[in-house]
C-alpha cells in the first residue's frame, strides 16, 4: 500500500536559520507531489508542486524553495528563514489528474 | 480557473444535531469533486467524492454530499453528528491541467459538543 512519510512534525528555528522539510512517497511510482501551506481560516495554499524528477513548479512567489532528486522525494527549503515562514506545511501526492491527494502529518514550523 | 467556496467558516452543533456544510464550484469543464477531513492531529484524509453517476455520493462515517449542478453545490451532510466528528472539513476540486492541482475551500470547522 502507499504511505507518505514527511518530518520533521513540529520545528522551531531561529530567524535566518536554513531549513530542510522532507517527504518520501512508498508503494507508488511517479507520483504527483505538492508542498501546501495551511492557515488557520485560510483553507491550502499551494507552493510548489512537482510532475517529475527535477521537475519543480512553484505557484507563489516567496522566500521558499523545492526540489525533487528523486522520483519518491521531495524537499522543501529554505536558505534564510523570516518570521513569515512560520506556518503548516503539507506535503501530498497524486497519482494522476482528478484522482484524490494523499497528505502527510504535516510540520508545524515556528521561526522565533 | 477551478474555485470552490465554502460558506462557513466555524460552525458549533450538539451532538445529535443534523449537520449541512455548504460548498459551491466554479468550473466549466467536467465536474469531480471532493470533501476532505482533518481530526484534530491527525493528517487530512479523504471523506467522499463526486466523479459521474449518482449525484448522491456516499463516504465514510455516515457522511453523504449531494451534487446539484444548477446550483453549482456539493454540500456535506450528516443526519446525526458525535463528538468524534469535531474536525475541519475542506471541499476540493482536483484540477484541470497534467499537474493535478487540487484547489481547495478555506475550510469549516466543526465543533460538536458532547
Known amino acids: 500500500s502507499q504511505t507518505i512519510h514527511q518530518w520533521p512534525a513540529t520545528l522551531v528555528q531561529p530567524v535566518g536559520s536554513p531549513l530542510s522539510l522532507e517527504c518520501t512517497v512508498e508503494g507508488t511510482s511517479n507520483p504527483n507531489l505538492y508542498w501546501y501551506r495551511q492557515a488557520a481560516g485560510r483553507g491550502l495554499q499551494l507552493l510548489f508542486y512537482?510532475?517529475?524528477?527535477?521537475?519543480i513548479s512553484s505557484e507563489v512567489p516567496q522566500n521558499l524553495s523545492a526540489s525533487r532528486p528523486q522520483d519518491r522525494q521531495f524537499i522543501l527549503s529554505s536558505k534564510k528563514l523570516l518570521l513569515s515562514d512560520s506556518g503548516f506545511y503539507l506535503c501530498a501526492w497524486k497519482t494522476g489528474v482528478v484522482t484524490e491527494a494523499f497528505f502527510g502529518q504535516g510540520t508545524r514550523l515556528t521561526v522565533v | 480557473a477551478q474555485s470552490v467556496s465554502q460558506h462557513n467558516h466555524h460552525v458549533i452543533l450538539s451532538e445529535a444535531a443534523s449537520l449541512e456544510l455548504g460548498c459551491n464550484y466554479s468550473?466549466?469543464?467536467?465536474?469531480?469533486l471532493f470533501w476532505y477531513v482533518q481530526y484534530p492531529g491527525q493528517h487530512l484524509q479523504l471523506l467522499l467524492k463526486y466523479f459521474s453517476g449518482d449525484p448522491l455520493v456516499k463516504g465514510i462515517k455516515g457522511f453523504e454530499a449531494e451534487f446539484i449542478k444548477s446550483k453549482f453545490s456539493f454540500n456535506l451532510r450528516k443526519p446525526s453528528v458525535q463528538w468524534s466528528d469535531t474536525a475541519e472539513y475542506f471541499c476540493a476540486v482536483p484540477g484541470d491541467t497534467n499537474a493535478g492541482k487540487s484547489t481547495f475551500g478555506d475550510g469549516t470547522t466543526l465543533t460538536v459538543k458532547p
Open positions: 468550473y466549466g469543464g467536467t465536474v469531480n
Open positions: 512537482s510532475v517529475g524528477i527535477g521537475q
